[in-house]
C-alpha cells in the first residue's frame, strides 16, 4: 500500500500488557485503535488537530467502514510502526490507509483502511473546509478523487 506521491505518517507504540489477550497476542480490536493513533498523527503532521477541527470549525470525521487484515501476530512489549496514508479525499469522505508492522524486523502485522463521512455537530453530512481539503488533497497525491488502494 506504498503510494510515493501520497504523504505518509509514521507513528511508533510499544504494545502494552493490557492489549494483550490470554494468550500474550495483541487483541483484534486493538488495531483500529492504533489505526485512530496514526489518522490523529497524520493530522497532527498536516498542521492541524482533530480536535481544531471540532472545536474551530463544526466539523466530525465519522468512521463509516473499517477494516483489517491481520497477517502477523503483534505480543506485549513490541514496538509497532503505524504507518498512516490518505486514500481518497472528497469533500465529505475521507479514506485511509494503514500498515501496523513490527518495527524490530519490518513485518507486516496488519493492514487496514477506514472510510469516513465529514458532518457538523448535529451529525448531518457537511463538506470539509477549505483549508482541511487542500491539506489533505495535497498529501493524497497528484489524483485524490480516485480510489486507490493496496488490495
Known sequence: MNFPDRQVNETRLRVRYAET???GIVYHSNHFIWFEI???ELMRQLGFSYREMEKQDERCVAVVEAKCR?????RYDEEILVRTQLLNVKESVI???YELLRA???????EGET?????DLNMKVAALPERYLEKFRAAAGKDSSAVQTGN
Not at 70 to 74: D, G, L, N, S, V
Not at 115 to 119: D, K, L, N, R, S
Open 21 to 23: 489477550d490470554q494468550m
Open 38 to 40: 496514526g489518522r490523529v
Open 70 to 74: 491481520y497477517r502477523a501476530p503483534a
Open 95 to 97: 479514506h485511509f490507509g
Open 104 to 110: 524490530q524486523d519490518g513485518t507486516l502485522i496488519a
Open 115 to 119: 472510510t469516513h463521512i465529514v458532518t
